[in-house]
């Protein structure tokens, strides 16, 4: 009796694989229930080639934009999973310091990582580490097995963050005015325009944001990063309201942002006396 010759290997995998499991693809030779198998022809090897190449090409297609030589393959696969989860850490970061600025997280309350989770529509995890984060700025604090209360402040505590404010950046605008020429102020109008036009609209974290968009620019002329980095942080804190109040209202958030505007035309005109009186009015009113 002539004996059956050896069985094809399935280009998919092996013989003894089921990759259908894997992929989502049937076997390469399914079971036929009731009668035999049937062992298709053996391919030649002219079929051969012709399926190595049209798999070559199917698995690496022809670009226009790619010049000989390189290796667009074998780059590194890019992490998104963790690069996702950074991203979502720091938006909920970004969020509830917003939320803090406006008032919508009361001082006293404590809330809890699912909740907030559920608020953003996220899982507890990454509003956790941002919570860590604010706990590290000071806004928050732990509350053992509830979640973080929101720190109630009081006055002394916002002149205490004015009066360090002034301490470092009223002497560095001035040297700043004494050596800068107008030119270089006047590029900063775009940004306490934009200032007035969030103090405008009465959002309060909106205004928060554009005013320390002013500042850190007005400290970057210094080129000392550290410094607008220190100074950046303490002016976020400066900004959450009181244990108790309802913070600035729109009025109070537009006299604000006028300052910025007759601050740059103090410094363009070098008149050192109103630059300072306008610092000493601008964080005295926070």
Request: proline fraction near 7%; aromatic fraction near 4%.
């Amino acid at each position: 009796m002539e004996q059956a010759g050896p069985r094809p290997r399935d280009p998919r995998g092996s013989d003894d694989t089921d990759t259908g499991a894997d992929s989502g693809n049937e076997p390469a030779f399914p079971e036929v229930r009731g009668r035999a198998a049937r062992v298709p022809q053996q391919p030649g090897a002219a079929d051969v080639d012709r399926a190595r190449g049209l798999a070559q090409s199917a698995a690496h297609p022809a670009r226009s934009d790619t010049v000989r030589g390189e290796h667009t393959h074998s780059e590194p696969p890019v992490p998104r999973p963790v690069l996702q989860r950074a991203s979502v850490r720091g938006q909920i970061l970004d969020a509830l310091r917003a939320a803090l600025a406006a008032g919508e997280l009361t001082p006293g309350e404590v809330y809890s990582a699912p909740a907030l989770g559920e608020r953003f529509g996220v899982s507890a995890t990454p509003v956790r580490e941002a919570m860590q984060q604010l706990v590290v700025e000071g806004a928050v604090e732990v509350v053992p097995n509830r979640g973080f209360r929101v720190v109630e402040r009081g006055a002394r505590e916002l002149a205490e963050l004015a009066e360090i404010r002034a301490l470092i950046e009223t002497p560095v605008v001035l040297r700043l005015a004494r050596t800068l020429p107008a030119e270089r102020w006047a590029e900063l109008r775009p940004l306490a325009e934009e200032t007035a036009r969030a103090a405008a609209s009465g959002c309060r974290a909106t205004y928060g944001e554009a005013d320390r968009a002013f500042h850190r620019a007005v400290l970057a002329l210094a080129g000392n990063e550290q410094l607008v980095r220190v100074a950046d942080d303490l002016h976020r804190r400066a900004q959450w309201p009181l244990g108790g109040e309802p913070g600035r209202c729109r009025a109070e958030l537009m006299a604000d942002a006028a300052v910025h505007l007759a601050l740059l035309d103090a410094l363009m005109a070098q008149d050192l006396g109103a630059v300072q009186a306008l610092l000493q009015e601008h964080f005295s009113g926070v």
